[in-house]
Nanobody
Framework: QVQLVESGGGLVQAGDSLRLSCAAS????????VGWFRQAPGKERESVSG???????YYADSMKGRATISRDNAKNTVYLQMNSLKPEDTAVYYC??????????????????WGQGTQVTVSS
């Protein structure tokens, strides 16, 4: 019974920051790569960030300079710190996991386990 649970979303103003969390259970967390994806209404799901088992990180061009991904294997948790948020960041943010392999950019179809998502809304 693998579970991924996102938290930390909310309503913020442009320029504000959020830290999203992805808490995992039911798997050996340190052996899984984790990706963050987002989906806005009417748009395809897109990769935002990702982190491999060794800590290598990926950021979408839209996130570079504004986001930091990290993982705490002892807490079975991955974090995504997002700064200088923009209205175009508004979306449901999902975390997802796959066993060992990490390729960039993360591809949604590669990921086996998904959370329910957390809503991020950025007002202007």
């Amino acid at each position: 019974q693998v579970q991924l649970v996102e938290s930390g979303g909310g309503l913020v103003q442009a320029g504000d920051s959020l830290r999203l969390s992805c808490a995992a259970s039911g798997l050996t967390f340190s052996r899984y790569a984790v990706g963050w994806f987002r989906q806005a209404p009417g748009k395809e799901r897109e990769s935002v960030s990702g982190i491999g088992t060794g800590g290598i990180a990926y950021y979408a061009d839209s996130m570079k300079g504004r986001a930091t991904i990290s993982r705490d294997n002892a807490k079975n948790t991955v974090y995504l710190q997002m700064n200088s948020l923009k209205p175009e960041d508004t979306a449901v943010y999902y975390c997802a996991a796959r066993f060992l392999v990490f390729r960039t950019p993360p591809v949604p179809n590669d990921y086996n386990y998904w959370g329910q998502g957390t809503q991020v809304t950025v007002s202007s």
